[in-house]
C-alpha cells in the first residue's frame, strides 16, 4: 500500500479517536491534518508552515465571513421574530409539521454554498419544537433534505464541471440523474422523517390567508440573500450584511443585537472547525494524497462498475466537496464511461458514488457545522444517514446495471 494511502488512513483513524474522546472537532482536524503530512514523509516544519497556509487560506477566511454572517443573519431573524412568523406561516398552510420541517432546508438547498445548512438550521429548530424530535433527528432533516437537489439543479457548479468533462448537455445529465433526487427524497423520508415526532399544527379557517402573510413576512429575508446571490451574483458576505442592516433600521434593534449575533457566528467552535476543515482539505491536495487515490484502486484491476464506484466515492469521503471529486476522477474515468460514446447511465451512476461520499464525509462542512449545532451525536447521526445513502447507492446501482 502506498505511503499516502497510509497516510490517509492513519489521520482519518486519529480524526475519529480524538472526536471520540471528545476534543474539538476544529482542534481534531488539525491533527489529523498534521498527522496526514507526517506520514506521508513530509517534515515538521514544512508541516506546521502548510498548516498555517491551509489555514488562512483566502478561501478558507471568504468561507469563514460567509458563515459567520450567516449565522448571525439566523440569531437576529430569530431575535426579531422573522423565523417564528416564517414556521407559523408555514404551519398555518400544512397540517403535517414533519413536511414544514423539512421543506425548510429544501427551500435552503436551491441556494449553492458551503456551510449553507447553517441557513436553515435555526428555522428546523424552532419548527419541530412542537414535537420530541431528537438532536439527531433534527440534524438528520436539516442536512439531508438541503442536498436533494444538488444532483439536477444547474446553479450548483458540480453539475456544470460534470457536464463538461463528459461533453454532455445539462439536459442530459438531469435526465439521467433526477432519479436520484427521487430517491434521496424517497430514502431521507421513509427511514428518517416518517419517525420524527414534529408534532401537528392545526389549520383553523382562515388560516391561509394569514399563513401567506406570516410566510412572506418571515421569509423575505433569505429570499433577498438567494437573490442577491444568485440573480445578481453578489458575494454572500455583503448581501447578508446589507439584510443584517436593514433588519436592523427596520426593526429599530440596538447594535448590541448585530454584535451579539455576530459573535453567535465567531464562536471558537465555529472559528477552529472552519479553518481546520480549510487545513485538512489544503494538506490533502499539497501532501499528494488525493492524486495517489484514483490510481491506486485502478492499479487493483477491480471490475469496471466497482471502479466507477469506489474513486469517486473515496474521494468524496476524504474532500466532503462535490466538485473536487468530479475535478480529480471524472478525467481518468471517462474511458470507463464509454469514451468517446459516453453513456449517461455510467455518469450518473458515478455521480451518486461520489455524492453519496461527500454526504458521508466527515468533514463535509454542512454535516460538521449542523451536527455541532443541534449538538447530535456523532456516532447516532452517522446511523442515520447509512440507509437514506443505502437508497441513493441502489437506485443507481440498479439502473446502471440495467
Known amino acids: 500500500m502506498e505511503r499516502e494511502i497510509i497516510s490517509l488512513v492513519a489521520s482519518i483513524v486519529l480524526i475519529i479517536a480524538l472526536v471520540r474522546l471528545r476534543v474539538d472537532l476544529g482542534v481534531s482536524m488539525f491533527a489529523g491534518a498534521a498527522c496526514l503530512a507526517l ?11 502548510e498548516l498555517g497556509r491551509g489555514a488562512v487560506e483566502p478561501d478558507t477566511l471568504l468561507l469563514l465571513a460567509r458563515i459567520v454572517t450567516i449565522i448571525a443573519l439566523g440569531t437576529l431573524a430569530g431575535r426579531l421574530g422573522y423565523l417564528d412568523r416564517f414556521v407559523s406561516g408555514l404551519r398555518r398552510l400544512i397540517g403535517d409539521n414533519r413536511i414544514v420541517i423539512a421543506l ?6 436551491l441556494l449553492p454554498m458551503p456551510g449553507g445548512a447553517m441557513l436553515t438550521a435555526p428555522m428546523v ?7 420530541s424530535a431528537t438532536p ?14 444538488e444532483y439536477v439543479w444547474p446553479l450548483y457548479p458540480g453539475l456544470v464541471v460534470a457536464a463538461a468533462l463528459v461533453d454532455r448537455s445539462m439536459g442530459d445529465l438531469f435526465s439521467a440523474n433526477y432519479p436520484l433526487t427521487l430517491a434521496a427524497i424517497a430514502g431521507g423520508a421513509v427511514f428518517v422523517l416518517r419517525k420524527v415526532d414534529a ?3 392545526v ?8 399563513g401567506w402573510r406570516d410566510l412572506l413576512h418571515g421569509i423575505w429575508p433569505f429570499i433577498v440573500v438567494i437573490a442577491g446571490v444568485l440573480v445578481l451574483n453578489i458575494e454572500l458576505v455583503f448581501v447578508v450584511l446589507f439584510v443584517l442592516i436593514v433588519l436592523m433600521l427596520l426593526e429599530r434593534a440596538r447594535p448590541i443585537d448585530l454584535g451579539r449575533a455576530l459573535r453567535e457566528g465567531a464562536r471558537f467552535q465555529i472559528i477552529t472547525l472552519v479553518l481546520g476543515v480549510g487545513a485538512y482539505k489544503y494538506l490533502l491536495t499539497q501532501a499528494g494524497i488525493i492524486e ?10 477491480m471490475p469496471e462498475l466497482l471502479v466507477l464506484c469506489a474513486v469517486p466515492m473515496i474521494v468524496g469521503l476524504i474532500t466532503g466537496v462535490t466538485l473536487a471529486f468530479i475535478a480529480v476522477t471524472f478525467p481518468i474515468l471517462i474511458p470507463l464511461m464509454g469514451g468517446t460514446e459516453i453513456d449517461t447511465t455510467l455518469v450518473m451512476f458515478a455521480f451518486a458514488s ?4 461527500c454526504l458521508l464525509s466527515p468533514v463535509h462542512l454542512c454535516l460538521v457545522l449542523s451536527r455541532e449545532y443541534f449538538h447530535a451525536s456523532l456516532g447516532r447521526s452517522f446511523r442515520m444517514l447509512l440507509l437514506p445513502a443505502l437508497t441513493i447507492m441502489a437506485v443507481a446501482t440498479a439502473l446502471a446495471l440495467l
Request: aromatic letters at 18%.
Open 199 to 201: 408534532g401537528k399544527n
Open 203 to 210: 389549520r383553523a379557517k382562515g388560516d391561509t390567508r394569514a
Open 292 to 301: 495517489a487515490v484514483p490510481p491506486f484502486f485502478m492499479s487493483l484491476h
Open 354 to 357: 461520489g455524492f453519496v461520499g
Open 39 to 49: 506520514v506521508a514523509g513530509k517534515g515538521a516544519v514544512w508541516t506546521a508552515i
Open 125 to 131: 429548530e424552532g419548527a419541530a419544537s412542537r414535537g
Open 104 to 109: 425548510m432546508p429544501a427551500f435552503g438547498g
Open 136 to 149: 439527531e433527528q433534527k440534524f438528520f432533516v436539516n442536512y439531508w433534505f438541503r442536498h436533494v437537489w
